[in-house]
């Protein structure tokens, strides 16, 4: 009865403030849901790329962990949280966006510097600024240019090709292809997917078609994606706007429909809108916010595209759009209560 | 029935209402309460009897301590042992009257005498004398509610019967057991304040309570029954009223000033009684649930009661589940109560014993700036920036980023997956800014 022995009760009470309950979607409940959705990704870039993919993913991977386990043990002195999945994500995301045939040891060190430049100098989980895998990517970039443009066509044989985007890029620089291509009424896109021998559907699907392990396959993006809206750990406002900016811009800019479907199906705008611009850390919070931040990373997609020097610009607009969320976040504070603002 | 309405923000936690389906059991009577002088929002009530007087059940032991204050009435007859500092349930001392039944007293008879025909006036004396405040938790004085200079902007009363707190199932038991009296007290407190339209608000996981006043309130022209989505913080003042007539609060103001009155449906009940029959509040009805309880259930008992004797009262504790987490009030706001000594005051709806695995809650990470806090803030608040600013102490930012305007739901923390104390450090700043203005006022 509890008269007798309510101050030996009252001893083991746990006291807190309230909410007494919580969702139970924690961290690292958010974390490894994401690496599930990962997994169609990941068996698509190993159909395509077999041992080299392989290779990619473990070395990566394993970088990311190492360097995730170091810091934190050796120069942070906390529990190594290896167990939450973020550093297994980054080591993931990073490997999909890397070509195939690159050795390890540079997918190793594109992982430990992911973790170590993008994360953990900053102070750990949450509190980088920019994308830690698209960082990785940038420093691979960066350090080895050779191997990270040396593309292969998926296949036992390994043939050496080059990206839908960087045929085009090429095409397009090539004057005199222009000028005997305008006479026999053909187009750049359709030069360039007769020739690397891919339609649409190869490029939605992911087959036969050059380019980093993870962005071949757009079906693949598509399922892990719908599975993360499902589960309610992405919101669409970024990844919509942004998709939405590189077509119309690519449409209006090429005035031609193939060309801004082309645009659409390359390289690495739908694993880049739909798992690198809806990393909750490095976006901003409200809904206007994501829309702003989905249409930056278009446009500086499209330029990249264009007009830069790279056949592709996903990454690198996606890091610029980064250093921009705190300023993005302060522009659209939410509407409080009682200003009229609700409705 | 109408259409249901929400207002936005807010969430979805586990209803956890095992006892919705229990009626109310009336317990016998404590030999002893503890009835704290401050059991409302205000200044507290002030003693006037004194150690060894007799009291009947129902006299008056404090008077209100000011306008914003309620009196305290005897929840039981017999003698005044003790008084002086008791533990409040929110855990600081505060001064309480002891009173110890005497096993012989009389019962206390109350007469019946209709409401309806007295003055407004006469109502709203008949009200404050009884000392009812809100019994949704909040504890506000109700006569308060009811004074105003200006009755011409005003024109609802909204009775609240949202109960969107996990758990409790007080307010849904007594709507579906007292019905009659609710609609009363609502027109007692229509006719006061001169009012023509009542709603009465329930969400609408409570389809029989909503059908039942539906049937009551068919031929009536003035009181509506609103079904409301059933969403967390559906029950909050602010968001009843944005939910039930689409009008803002501003921030700082009161429901009067968007021209309505918003009480609890318990309240409503316990006015009935104190005007149709000069009744004071003396007891309440407390949900009683959690793994660790024998017999979960919705109790009437008398307020003073401690929480020891209560729950053993309604059958104790489990012998083979140890209890881990005791919570008056709800899992969303509720309070964890340090020790069971500490009596049932007016404003408690519920006390929850939890097991370990009930009470368990997930460790803490770094934010991850996903911004569920702020989607889910039914104020428009940003959380995870205040708590940036009370992380370093600093009152003056979080006071201009309107931490003053939180309602302490919960909503931020319990949807954190970083599972970080949001409105655990708002609660922090907005006392830390409150005790700042009291210093600052006296320089």
């Given at each position: 009865?509890?008269?007798?022995n309510?101050?030996?009760?009252?001893?083991?009470?746990?006291?807190t403030?309230?909410?007494?309950?919580?969702?139970?979607?924690?961290?690292?409940?958010?974390?490894?849901?994401?690496?599930?959705?990962?997994?169609?990704?990941?068996?698509?870039?190993?159909?395509?790329?077999?041992?080299?993919?392989?290779?990619?993913?473990?070395?990566?991977?394993?970088?990311?962990?190492?360097?995730?386990?170091?810091?934190?043990?050796?120069?942070?002195?906390?529990?190594?949280?290896?167990?939450?999945?973020?550093?297994?994500?980054?080591?993931?995301?990073?490997?999909?966006?890397?070509?195939?045939?690159?050795?390890?040891?540079?997918?190793?060190?594109?992982?430990?510097?992911?973790?170590?430049?993008?994360?953990?100098?900053?102070?750990?989980?949450?509190?980088?600024?920019?994308?830690?895998?698209?960082?990785?990517?940038?420093?691979?970039?960066?350090?080895?240019?050779?191997?990270?443009?040396?593309?292969?066509?998926?296949?036992?044989?390994?043939?050496?090709?080059?990206?839908?985007?960087?045929?085009?890029?090429?095409?397009?620089?090539?004057a005199?292809?222009?000028?005997?291509?305008?006479?026999?009424?053909?187009?750049?896109?359709?030069?360039?997917?007769?020739?690397?021998?891919?339609?649409?559907?190869?490029?939605?699907?992911?087959?036969?078609?050059?380019?980093?392990?993870?962005?071949?396959?757009?079906i693949?993006?598509?399922?892990?994606?719908?599975?993360?809206?499902?589960?309610?750990?992405?919101?669409?406002?970024?990844?919509?706007?942004?998709?939405?900016?590189?077509?119309?811009?690519?449409?209006?800019?090429?005035?031609?429909?193939?060309?801004?479907?082309?645009?659409?199906?390359?390289?690495?705008l739908?694993?880049?809108?739909?798992?690198?611009?809806?990393?909750?850390?490095?976006?901003?919070?409200?809904?206007?916010?994501?829309?702003?931040?989905?249409?930056?990373?278009?446009?500086?997609?499209?330029?990249?595209?264009?007009?830069?020097?790279?056949?592709?610009?996903?990454?690198?607009?996606?890091?610029?759009?980064?250093?921009?969320?705190?300023l993005?976040?302060?522009?659209?504070?939410?509407?409080?209560?009682?200003t009229g603002?609700?409705? | 029935?109408?259409?249901?309405?929400?207002f936005s923000?807010?969430?979805?936690?586990?209803?956890?209402?095992?006892?919705?389906?229990?009626?109310?059991?009336?317990?016998?009577?404590?030999?002893?309460?503890?009835?704290?002088?401050?059991?409302?929002?205000?200044?507290?009530?002030?003693t006037?009897?004194?150690?060894?007087?007799?009291?009947?059940?129902?006299?008056?032991?404090?008077?209100?301590?000011?306008?914003?204050?309620?009196?305290?009435?005897?929840?039981?007859?017999?003698?005044?042992?003790?008084?002086?500092?008791f533990?409040?349930?929110?855990?600081?001392?505060s001064?309480?009257?002891?009173?110890?039944?005497?096993?012989?007293?009389?019962?206390?008879?109350?007469?019946?005498?209709?409401?309806?025909?007295?003055?407004?006036?006469?109502?709203?004396?008949?009200?404050?004398?009884?000392?009812?405040?809100?019994?949704?938790?909040?504890?506000?004085?109700?006569?308060?509610?009811?004074?105003?200079?200006?009755?011409?902007?005003?024109?609802?009363?909204?009775?609240?019967?949202?109960?969107?707190e996990?758990?409790?199932?007080?307010?849904?038991?007594?709507?579906?057991?007292?019905?009659?009296?609710?609609?009363?007290?609502?027109?007692?407190?229509?006719?006061?304040?001169?009012?023509?339209?009542?709603?009465?608000a329930?969400?609408?996981?409570?389809?029989?309570?909503?059908?039942?006043?539906?049937?009551?309130?068919?031929?009536?022209?003035?009181?509506?029954?609103?079904?409301?989505?059933?969403?967390?913080?559906?029950?909050?003042?602010?968001?009843?009223?944005?939910?039930?007539?689409?009008?803002?609060?501003?921030?700082?103001?009161l429901?009067?000033?968007?021209?309505?009155?918003?009480?609890?449906?318990?309240?409503?009940?316990?006015?009935?009684?104190?005007v149709?029959?000069?009744?004071?509040?003396?007891?309440?009805?407390?949900?009683?649930?959690?793994?660790?309880?024998?017999?979960?259930?919705?109790?009437?008992?008398?307020?003073?009661?401690?929480v020891?004797?209560?729950?053993?009262?309604?059958?104790?504790?489990?012998?083979?589940?140890?209890?881990?987490?005791?919570?008056?009030g709800?899992?969303?706001?509720?309070?964890?109560?340090?020790?069971?000594?500490?009596?049932?005051?007016?404003?408690?709806?519920?006390?929850?014993?939890?097991?370990?695995?009930?009470?368990?809650?997930?460790?803490?990470?770094?934010?991850?700036?996903?911004?569920?806090?702020?989607?889910?803030?039914?104020?428009?608040?940003?959380?995870?920036?205040?708590?940036?600013?009370?992380?370093?102490?600093?009152?003056?930012?979080?006071?201009?980023?309107?931490?003053?305007?939180?309602?302490?739901?919960?909503?931020?923390?319990?949807t954190?997956?970083?599972?970080?104390?949001?409105?655990?450090?708002?609660?922090?700043?907005?006392?830390?800014?409150?005790?700042?203005?009291?210093?600052?006022?006296?320089?």
């Amino acid at each position: 009865m509890i008269a007798e022995n309510h101050a030996a009760v009252a001893k083991r009470l746990m006291v807190t403030s309230s909410p007494h309950i919580h969702s139970g979607l924690t961290t690292a409940r958010v974390m490894w849901e994401v690496n599930i959705a990962l997994i169609p990704l990941l068996a698509m870039a190993i159909y395509n790329f077999r041992f080299y993919a392989l290779t990619v993913i473990f070395a990566s991977i394993a970088g990311a962990c190492i360097a995730e386990f170091a810091i934190q043990k050796f120069f942070f002195k906390t529990k190594p949280a290896l167990a939450d999945g973020s550093a297994l994500l980054t080591g993931i995301l990073l490997a999909l966006c890397l070509p195939p045939t690159i050795p390890a040891w540079i997918a190793f060190t594109g992982g430990f510097v992911a973790i170590a430049f993008g994360k953990q100098a900053y102070g750990g989980l949450g509190q980088n600024i920019f994308n830690p895998a698209h960082i990785g990517r940038a420093i691979l970039l960066a350090s080895w240019p050779v191997y990270m443009t040396s593309w292969i066509k998926p296949g036992i044989d390994a043939v050496s090709t080059a990206t839908p985007l960087a045929f085009l890029k090429d095409s397009l620089k090539d004057a005199g292809l222009l000028a005997s291509l305008s006479e026999s009424g053909k187009t750049a896109v359709e030069h360039t997917m007769l020739t690397l021998n891919i339609s649409f559907s190869d490029m939605f699907l992911g087959m036969g078609l050059a380019g980093s392990i993870g962005e071949t396959s757009k079906i693949a993006v598509l399922i892990g994606a719908l599975f993360l809206f499902i589960r309610g750990h992405i919101r669409l406002y970024a990844p919509i706007s942004m998709i939405l900016t590189v077509f119309l811009g690519a449409y209006f800019i090429g005035n031609n429909l193939n060309f801004a479907i082309f645009h659409l199906l390359a390289g690495g705008l739908m694993i880049g809108a739909f798992f690198m611009v809806t990393d909750m850390v490095t976006s901003p919070m409200s809904r206007r916010g994501n829309v702003l931040f989905g249409i930056g990373c278009g446009i500086i997609t499209l330029l990249i595209r264009l007009k830069g020097g790279y056949p592709e610009g996903v990454c690198y607009s996606i890091l610029i759009m980064n250093a921009f969320v705190p300023l993005i976040d302060k522009m659209f504070a939410p509407p409080k209560f009682g200003t009229g603002g609700n409705k | 029935m109408l259409a249901p309405k929400t207002f936005s923000g807010g969430l979805h936690p586990p209803t956890i209402k095992t006892t919705a389906d229990k009626p109310i059991i009336a317990l016998p009577m404590p030999d002893r309460v503890i009835l704290h002088v401050s059991q409302h929002k205000g200044a507290p009530a002030k003693t006037i009897l004194k150690i060894t007087d007799k009291v009947a059940c129902g006299d008056k032991i404090a008077v209100a301590g000011g306008f914003v204050s309620a009196p305290v009435h005897a929840s039981i007859a017999g003698t005044i042992i003790g008084a002086g500092n008791f533990m409040h349930p929110m855990g600081v001392p505060s001064q309480a009257v002891v009173i110890e039944r005497d096993k012989e007293a009389h019962m206390t008879e109350y007469n019946y005498e209709d409401g309806l025909a007295l003055s407004p006036e006469e109502i709203k004396q008949r009200i404050q004398e009884s000392g009812v405040v809100g019994l949704g938790g909040a504890t506000f004085p109700t006569h308060v509610k009811l004074t105003t200079n200006d009755t011409s902007k005003l024109d609802t009363v909204i009775l609240n019967g949202a109960e969107c707190e996990p758990a409790l199932t007080t307010d849904h038991r007594m709507m579906l057991e007292h019905p009659d009296e609710i609609i009363n007290g609502l027109r007692l407190v229509m006719k006061v304040l001169n009012v023509k339209k009542g709603i009465i608000a329930i969400e609408n996981n409570k389809m029989n309570a909503i059908e039942l006043f539906d049937k009551k309130l068919a031929q009536d022209k003035e009181i509506v029954v609103q079904p409301l989505i059933t969403k967390y913080p559906q029950g909050g003042e602010k968001q009843l009223v944005a939910a039930c007539l689409k009008r803002e609060i501003p921030s700082g103001k009161l429901p009067l000033d968007v021209g309505v009155v918003v009480l609890n449906v318990t309240s409503a009940a316990y006015i009935s009684y104190g005007v149709n029959y000069k009744m004071p509040l003396i007891e309440r009805t407390v949900t009683l649930s959690g793994n660790c309880v024998k017999n979960p259930g919705n109790y009437l008992i008398r307020l003073g009661t401690t929480v020891a004797n209560f729950i053993e009262l309604a059958g104790g504790l489990k012998d083979d589940v140890p209890v881990k987490k005791i919570i008056m009030g709800g899992p969303m706001m509720g309070f964890g109560l340090f020790d069971l000594n500490v009596p049932i005051i007016k404003g408690t709806g519920g006390i929850l014993c939890w097991d370990e695995n009930e009470a368990a809650m997930p460790g803490s990470t770094n934010c991850l700036r996903c911004g569920n806090c702020e989607s889910v803030c039914p104020m428009g608040l940003q959380p995870q920036l205040i708590k940036k600013h009370t992380d370093h102490r600093n009152w003056e930012d979080a006071f201009r980023l309107s931490v003053m305007d939180c309602i302490e739901c919960g909503c931020c923390a319990y949807t954190c997956p970083a599972v970080l104390p949001l409105v655990q450090n708002m609660k922090l700043a907005k006392h830390m800014i409150h005790q700042q203005s009291i210093k600052d006022r006296k320089k």
